[in-house]
């Protein structure tokens, strides 16, 4: 088991030594940056970006220079969306206040959403990150089950709170793991032969992590995991493939938290939510990033049963949370994904991505692997294909290629070797040879 | 020691007997809130309030009603202040990306915050909210210090995350306390004979404090204080008096987190934050509600060599935190303060609103205290004077007078006995007279 996700410890950072290739502005910029937000702030690229307005998949910075956007899953339903920035103008002129007194819209949004969901998932929790979401839910979770023991998959991130950071692998280089953490490596179903394969060794490690964790007296609570595995390295895998990991997880009195921070919001395409995919219904959800298309909210959806024991024993108050302009926000979110029909477009947008990228592997054999569902694409790049060796340097070197080439990406991985495609669900059909023709041009730049 | 502050725990929330009293809409509305967000979620009044729209110091209700804001310091600088809700229209219309892309905007503004502290507070990190502000500072003050042990006061709140919970005394009646925290009484200065007596007895809790901290062998982290002390119960005290307090913590090692979420951006009208009427210099300082005006941000500023163990250790990301949009808000709330030079108007409206209580408690004697600094004012309601018992009913009774008075506020302290008068800082004179003249009112209704 590999630990540490060199993408989020590290990646394709910027660094010092950089520093000199600069022009005067961005230099100071970068400069000031370090001085003042210290060291935790890490930077993309050798030659970072200075990026000044944006528009459906696309932004531009200070010079103008215009860009395809892959990487921003935030701007979901495009940068500067209309909709949106109406919605919170209106609600903004209006009123902005706490959750303690009465708003209609805050029920009539938690209404809206839960109704994609599967009928169990009764009961919202609004906050502003999905850190908070996570962290919510983890202790949601032990009440409910009395457990204390999470089972998490190997390089996954769930946030930034002391919890949450606890719980989340991909930072174990840097911090301390909870005592009752278990580990599992994901479904890779890019090393083993099948997506059944894949499905398998994942029911059998967490069996494992179930069986270690009954032996420890910790006491299950459960597990929590992206359907879409995305900082391990984009599992989408069969329809179906983690539905008996969870099984298993429910057989043993723990819950399933599925954390929906990057699949959710029609990202996958086929489904509103990604664990949907697999046929689930998780015992508690947890959104954030795309939920406003930028603004601050995020939530945690629970099954009531599973919520009461927690919120029956406490107060929570979020000061922001649930507030009337992030409701704005999130609703108007809500309305385009709906309006303009972005769900069916991701499925058809991320079918023909993965299509010309499959095809553009011909001629690139160091193109290992191209998986993904809808608007959620992983590119791998190995040695050879024979030994399927993660070819780190290749990855970090073809972000920077993109990057002349004004695409912007990122990694993702236990060795960040995997290209993480994630656009704003807004792109556009001539977006796709443009990924293409500079996917092509980086690898070959690159003799690879 | 009294833990469990009912204001937090429960305090002047609407119950579940209160709503045959309610009209069909505002049932509605209650009973769908309570379904959909669960137990957790209060609702301040036996008559719930729906607000609607706002406008400075005030706010209107679905009926058209018009009410005195006393209660939010988050829209601190007004309701819907048209500054604020231009810069985000404005920012929000252009771009909203993460800080993994340079922006200007973000050092301009982390540049500005900053040169309102003294010169040591050199470092900024970004969050959403004041809970993700005080879980990163309980990280970076132990990660500097090596010591586990903070020390906190017996009401205090600094947030809902598993960490900051555990470190919220006033929570303790539904939450397990960290095991190493340290509860202090806070510097009472009312039951205390004067300020200097109070401050002696808070430096006399922390030297305690701290010893048992050095005879358990945890190591001492800190102290985490509001140095006005709001859940408390109010307590600004003469200018310096909880200096000695601080100085023993930093000559025992550890470090002083001043949770600057409440008095902070100008309200207690002396100074810009509120450490600085006592004169310290915090290692770090946390900030959030006022910030950007109910737009979510908030940040953690801290000594450089305070934070770097932690920044150098390990990444930090905050999805939206220190967003464009966010930053936006954040800059044209302190240019708003600057620019209608609401600091000396808080002090000003709040000499005046002390002023006219305190001639007020010459006609009730069941006004035992009136409190403050700025727009901070506690109000204690009590027995008698002689005994100084605290009036829990009488103060629960006078909250919900004064909401039928179309006067909003809330409670605090240890028997929830003190009303909170905390208004916008965009109050005007006019509104002083009408509070209390509302206060007179509902106290004479009383019999008080
Ligand atoms: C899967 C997942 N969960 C949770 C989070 C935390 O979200 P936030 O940064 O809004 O706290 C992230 C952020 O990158 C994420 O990718
Ligand atoms: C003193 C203090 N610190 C921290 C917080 C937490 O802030 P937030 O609700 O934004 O997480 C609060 C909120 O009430 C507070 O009053």
Redesign the pocket.
């Known amino acids: 088991m590999t630990t540490g996700n060199a993408s989020i410890l590290d990646g394709n950072s910027f660094k010092a030594a950089d520093a000199a290739a600069l022009d005067d502005r961005r230099r100071a910029l970068v400069e000031r940056r370090q001085h003042r937000l210290g060291a935790a702030y890490r930077l993309f690229y050798r030659d970072p970006v200075e990026l000044v307005r944006g528009r459906g998949a696309h932004a531009w910075d200070a010079d103008g220079n215009e860009y395809l956007d892959l990487y921003n899953n935030v701007p979901s339903v495009g940068h500067a969306h209309p909709a949106v920035v109406d919605a919170v103008h209106r609600q903004m002129s209006l009123l902005n206040t706490h959750t303690r007194y009465l708003h209609g819209a805050v029920l009539d949004y938690a209404d809206d959403l839960v109704s994609t969901m599967p009928a169990a998932l009764e009961q919202v929790m609004f906050v ?7 962290d919510l839910a983890l202790r949601v979770g032990r009440e409910y089950t009395g457990g204390r023991a999470w089972i998490a998959t190997s390089e ?6 002391a919890l ?1 950071s606890a719980h ?1 692998p991909s930072l174990s280089g840097a911090e301390a793991m909870d005592p009752a953490l278990r580990v599992v490596d994901p479904p890779d179903t890019y090393r083993y032969v099948s997506s059944e394969a894949a499905g398998a060794a994942f029911s059998a490690a967490v069996a494992e992590a179930i069986a270690d964790i009954e032996r420890s007296g910790d006491g299950l609570a459960g597990l929590i995991a ?1 359907s879409s595995f ?2 391990d390295g984009i599992y989408t895998g069969e329809r179906g493939m983690i539905a008996d990991a969870v099984d298993l997880v429910h057989a043993h009195g723990g819950v399933f938290v599925a ?4 699949p959710g919001f029609a990202r996958t395409g086929e489904d509103f939510w990604g664990f949907q995919r697999h046929g689930l219904v998780p015992d508690i959800v ?1 959104t ?2 795309p939920m406003g298309n930028g603004f ?1 909210i ?1 939530a945690m959806i629970a099954r009531r049963e599973v919520l009461e024991p927690f919120s029956t024993a406490r107060p929570y108050f979020n000061t922001f949370g649930g507030n009337p302009v992030a409701i704005a926000a999130a609703q108007a979110v809500l309305d385009t994904i709906r309006g303009e029909g972005l769900q069916a477009h991701a499925l058809e947008m991320g079918e023909a991505m993965r299509t010309a990228l499959r095809d553009l592997a011909d001629a690139h054999p160091r193109i290992g692997d191209v998986r993904g569902a809808g608007l959620y694409t992983g590119l791998e790049l190995v040695e050879d294909r024979e030994t399927k060796a993660p070819d780190t340097a290749l990855a970090l070197a073809v972000l920077e290629e993109l990057r002349e080439r004004r695409v912007l990406t990122s990694v993702c991985g236990p060795s960040n070797s995997v290209l993480k495609l994630r656009p704003p669900l807004a792109i556009s059909a001539a977006d796709v040879p443009r990924l293409v023709d500079a996917l092509d041009d980086s690898l070959t730049a690159l003799g690879a």
């Open positions: 502003c990150t999905g850190s908070e979401a996570n996954a991130y769930h946030g930034n709170t949450v989340s992206d995305s900082s954390d929906e921070v990057q947890t954030g990033k601050p995020a």
